[in-house]
């Protein structure tokens, strides 16, 4: 618990940071990415926090790669 | 979109230098003499050689678009929409790469330097200047690089006069045990981390370099530089721990850094030595971190990459907290999935947009926009 307040309010600090500069110039696209971002961090950031399993980028490549790698392991045999 | 933003070439030199030493100083030598043994160093030798070449093709890319940087270069040869997904791959490896390099110099910290702290607070700790570096921009992290590699390089003349005397040449004997074929297949490794994965450069090399000719010529010998520092280093940690101890070692080079005694008086140096691998890892996660958020800028059509780093900070932590369950995992990721990934991005990619570039290079030549922008 005590992580996700920590998190939420690291994340409220750089709202205030970044937010204002980006409304001053009308920025709209750059905003709207960075919601998202930031959204996709804090979410990330909780789950790992709460020590929830969070799935793993490298997998998908190991699954991606899997028939080039087994081709080559038995080539060079 | 364009920042004015330019840096010189001895800068860039510089960049090139310490991005091809980065991870390679931590743990080539390792993986190197485990399939090479006392052979390790030709390897390195052989591998920086064809490393020249890749970076060679890298520079035949850039000199078509003087002006653009990886991202624009794709989506102008393979059209915007196939240009924009493979992009996005480029995109996804350079942030992934980022993030394993933060685990990198959080295990390293943690398991050598900081073993109470938490890696979550050490890789905290190195993600907030890499954010920082990112933010100030390319002009200040290339400054910085300037200083620091002084202080890199006089440690590591330290490193290589102070272990000297412990060389051992009979333990790099007999040479060339290892055959052509085992030579050719582990410098595989070795090329992908010094040379192959330097395609993230791209994004700032023909863009955002004054003048492009003697860019070119720093490119290769940053690439040279870095691969000397490399075959130096897996040839003292042969010589000196011998093959087998330095494959069953995980940071060769420290424990290189640890077996210094000059008179009983200098010794157990390590933890200063340790600087020269913080600043080599901080400079290519530095590197690979602002590839993947201008990347994403630039996919997107931004006008400014910064709003977007504190937020991919967050996620470059997350991630290098999760990537790699364990070392054991890293390792053998590295030497399996690593490798293809790497060559099909960095070189596989490349080769294809030169072909694509060949055949299409009437069409390309015609529209106005690709000369210039």
């Not at chain 1, 799935?55 to 699954?63: E, G, K, R, S």
């Not at chain 2, 860039?12 to 390679?24: K, P």
């Not at chain 2, 410098?187 to 040379?195: C, N, P, R």
Request: hydrophobic residues 55%; proline residues 4%; positive net charge.
């Amino acid at each position: 618990m005590l992580k996700s307040m920590g998190i939420l309010l690291i994340a409220t600090a750089i709202l205030l940071i970044e937010v204002p500069p980006l409304l001053e110039k009308k920025y709209k696209k750059e905003l709207l990415v960075f919601s998202i971002l930031l959204v996709i961090g804090v979410g990330l950031s909780i789950a790992q926090g709460l020590g929830k399993t969070i799935p793993n980028p490298m997998d998908l490549l190991t699954y991606m790669f899997k028939p080039l790698n087994d081709v080559i392991a038995h080539l060079s045999k | 979109m364009m920042q004015n933003v330019k840096i010189n070439s001895y800068q860039f030199l510089i960049l090139v230098t310490l991005f091809s030493i980065g991870t390679s100083i931590l743990i080539v030598p390792s993986v190197l003499a485990t399939a090479a043994k006392q052979d390790a160093w030709i390897v390195a030798i052989f591998g920086t050689g064809i490393g020249l070449l890749v970076i060679w093709l890298f520079c035949t890319l850039a000199q078509w678009f003087p002006h653009l940087t990886f991202i624009q270069v794709t989506e102008k040869i393979l059209g915007k929409w196939v240009g924009k997904a493979v992009s996005l791959l480029f995109v996804f490896m350079s942030f992934i790469y980022a993030s394993s390099l933060l685990f990198y110099s959080g295990t390293f910290l943690n398991t050598h330097l900081m073993p109470n702290t938490p890696m979550v607070a050490l890789n905290i700790l190195m993600a907030i200047i890499i954010v920082m570096g990112v933010r100030l921009g390319l002009e200040t992290i290339a400054r910085s690089a300037e200083i620091l590699i002084l202080f890199f390089f006089v440690l590591f003349l330290f490193l290589v006069l102070f272990i000297s005397p412990e060389v051992k040449f009979e333990n790099v004997q007999p040479v060339y045990e290892a055959g052509t074929r085992t030579i050719v297949q582990s410098s595989l490794s070795f090329i992908e981390v010094t040379s192959v994965n330097a395609i993230v450069l791209l994004m700032i090399f023909p863009a955002f370099i004054n003048k492009f000719k003697q860019a070119k010529k720093s490119f290769l010998i940053g690439n040279l530089i870095g691969g000397i520092v490399i075959i130096i280093l897996t040839f003292l940690s042969v010589s000196v721990l011998g093959a087998d101890n330095t494959a069953a070692e995980f940071y060769p080079s420290y424990e290189l850094a640890k077996r210094i005694n000059l008179g009983d008086f200098i010794q157990r140096i390590e933890a200063l030595m340790a600087a020269l691998w913080i600043i080599a890892l901080y400079f290519k996660t530095t590197l690979y971190f602002y590839a993947s958020v201008l990347g994403i800028a630039q996919i997107l059509n931004l006008k400014d990459y910064r709003p977007l780093t504190i937020p991919l900070g967050m996620i470059v932590v997350v991630l290098s907290l999760v990537i790699y369950p364990n070392v054991v995992y890293q390792q053998n990721w590295n030497a399996t999935t690593g490798i293809f990934f790497s060559y099909s991005i960095g070189l596989f990619l490349p080769l294809l947009l030169v072909v694509v570039y060949a055949i299409r290079k009437k069409q390309l030549k015609k529209s106005p926009e690709s000369s210039s922008v």
